[in-house]
Each structure stands twice: as C-alpha cells, then as structure tokens.
C-alpha cells in the first residue's frame, strides 16, 4: 500500500488538462464544481457530468477540494438553515456518487494569502512568498482597514509603515489585486477582474465579523460539524477540515485552525471518523516545524488527505514556499509517520475511504515550461510534477525499508 497520488483540476477552465495529469500518471484527481455559485446544491447531474469526465480519462475522482463553507454559515447568519440544508444536500448527493472525501476550510473571509506571485529563486524558478509587512501594509494603508494597526505587533507596523512608503500606487493596486482577487482566496467567490470596487466589497465582508471573536467563530464551526458530520458519516464521507494558511490572525479575524490544540478540539467536537482533517504541511509548518511531528501523533488517526510541500521560514513571520522535500518541514519524517499511520489502519481493517491517504503536492514552483503555460498561481504543472515525483520517490524508499 501506499498513499494515493492525486494531482489539482480546476476544471475545464484549467489550461492543464485531464490527459497531462493522466501523462503523469495520478490515480486520482482532486476538483470541484468550480462553477456552481458558493452556498448552492451540488446537485447528482452536475456532479456526475464531472465524474465522467475524470473517468473518462482513466482516474477516479479522488477528492473533492473544496465544498465551500459560505461566509453566512461561518458567521452563522439568518441565512443559516437555507446554506446548512443546501450544504447537507450537496455532502448527500456526493455520496450517492459515491465520492467520499471533502475538504472544507473555516478560514474567514480569506483563503490562503500571499504578498508575492512571483518570488525569483537564483536558479530561475519562481515560488510564493509571504511577507507579513507587506501584508500590513496592504490591510493598514492600502485598504485602510480602521485600527488595522491595532490588530498587529507594533514592530510589524513600523516595517509595513516603511513598505508603503516605498510603495508606488500601481504597486499597491497589483498588491490589493493579487490577494483579494488572483489568488481566488476570497471565500464567496463574489469578485472577479471586472468588480470596479472590489476593495469595498472585501471590506465589507470583514465588517460582516464585528463581534465575532475566537470563541464565537469555535462555536459556529462546532455547530457546522454537528449539522454535517452525521449527514457526512450516514453517506459514507470523510470530511477534511484545511488548516489556515498561514495559521495565525490576519485582517483582525479570528484564524482557529492553526496549531494542534485546534486541531485537537475540531476533531473532539463530533467523535466520528467522518470528521477529519486535510493535513497541509505547508501551512501548518509555519509556525513550528518539530511541531508537525507532534500533530501527527496526537490527530493522525483522523487525517483523510495529505497536501505535502515545503517552506523557507524567514524572520517577522515571513516565508516563501520551496518545492516539496526540502525546507523546514522534514518530509521524511512527515512521510515515515503518515506511512505508518496508514499501516495501522490496514492491520485494523478499516474502510478504503479510510486507507487510501490520497496525497497531493500542494502549490508547486513555477520553472521550465510553466512559464509558457500560464496556470492558477501555485499550481503549474512541471513544478508539481517534479513535487510528486519526488514524494513518490521518497515515499518507496521508505516503504521498502519499513
Ligand atoms: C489550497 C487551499 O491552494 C491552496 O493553498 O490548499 O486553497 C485549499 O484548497 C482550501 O483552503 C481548502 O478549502
Ligand atoms: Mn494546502
């Protein structure tokens, strides 16, 4: 056995195609219904139109990444019972697909945020980067978030100070362009390219949390899990809960699954194996990296889905991403305790859903053809290509000398 090699689709959309990663050699594709509205039913039709597809090409659909948590449902707003209903219906109608595995995030507002697209290595290959005051600086001064300033450390502020000074104002627009509309992070999907106000609508998207600090966002996801978590269970889901990336506080919002005691009270709020967790080394890395060992032997046994890739820590909470084996997590270890967490489950006997661990190299560098290629930020083929190859490489050596 071994873990399940997956690789991301966004679709038909995706200047990378179904047949390059069946090239690849992937057993399985991670997607979603890119195309249907946050909040609304996935419904059997149009999830097996995209089944079809990836089978088509000879994979299975391995994962679905992600069935979008609305913002209503995170703040827990009147409109809750029509998104919960439309959520449970979407995790039934999967099931009966046969699909049984889902990730989901819980991060407000923002999915994943980075201040540079297209960070040059010496060598010529590009990753992301996230500089904390540049991303300051685009919340103080550029959004003019009020009391931004407040919600930092003060030594934090002063650098991003000094970022804006030395900003121009196409700079800073490509910088408020790049993190609420490039990057797709923006959880409800409501701006493109061509929303003239796209900085008033985020704006008022944050406003929408006044009021809801850590403890109240924790209540909210506990009462998600307790609504979807049976549903999931009873259609034989696992879900896989994406920790925050990066896993700490941004924009004055509560960020509540970034380290392993958050991980530890999600997966004590529903006591089912369908609630589970997408384990993303890149984002929890950044923190502590030993750390990672330790989440591994504490949540292990509830981890359904694996987003393996590296990091290069820098001071002030800065990083860039670096490809998938070397860095500050170390992946040997990382993959040595995941191989043997899955041996487990073989002796145990669980469900395939349970055993497969369909991994995937999370965000790859940008190098050779990419650059001919223009794909979503973080996911060019060759870079991933050479990610996964990599793993799986690293991945036989260790099985062989289990
Ligand atoms: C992904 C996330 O591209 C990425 O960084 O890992 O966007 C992830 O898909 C979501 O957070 C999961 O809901
Ligand atoms: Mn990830």
Redesign the pocket.
Known sequence: MAFEKTM?WFGDKDPIKLSDLRQIGVEGIVTALHHIPNGEVWTVDEIMKVKNKIEAHGMRWSVV??L?VSEGIKIHSDDYPRLIANYQESLRNLGRCGIDIV???F?PVL??VRTDLHYKLESGVEVMYFDFPTFVAFDAFVLKRPGAENDYPAEIVAKAREVYKNMSEEEAERLAYNIIVV???FIDGVVDGSTPDYKKVFLSYIDRYKGIGRDQLRANLSRFLKDVVPVAEEYGINMAV??D?PPFPVLGLPRIVSTKEDLEWIISQVDSVSNGI?F?T??LSVRSNDYILDMIKSVGHRIHFL?LRNNVLLPNGCFHEYGHIEGCVDMYEVAKALLIEQRRRIREGLKDKDIRMPVRP??GVKMLDDYTREANP??PLIGRLKGLAELAGLEMGIERSL
Do not use: F, I
């Open positions: 991301r990444e992600s979008p990730v989901y995030n991060m999915d994943w990057t797709q992070g994406h920790p990336d997408n993303c890149g984002s987003h999370d965000h973080g996911y």
